[in-house]
């Protein structure tokens, strides 16, 4: 059994991908420069997106355990509104 490595936590990840971008704005870099950043803010980026959607399945499951009733329970029904 391997040993998962840790990734940053997605704050650490976020600073560091918004301090590549503020150097690619600033400018003044040599054209590798700007494509090893940019390569590095892509790597950045994408590893925030997954943590993004992993934390989206996680509160989608936890809303789906909400919603769904137990099976020991019965549904309630739905009240009726009284017509005026």
Do not use: H, N, W
Not at 34 to 51: D, F, H, R, V
């Amino acid at each position: 059994m391997t040993a998962k490595k840790s990734e940053p936590p997605f704050e650490e990840l976020y600073k560091k991908l918004e301090e590549t971008v503020e150097k690619l704005e600033k400018g003044g870099l040599s054209l590798e420069q700007s494509i090893a950043l940019y390569e590095e803010g892509m790597t950045l980026a994408k590893q925030c997106q997954g943590i993004l959607d992993g934390a989206e399945q996680r509160i989608t499951k936890l809303r789906e355990s909400f919603t769904q009733p137990t099976e020991d329970t019965e549904p309630e029904e739905a009240p009726l509104l009284e017509e005026e």
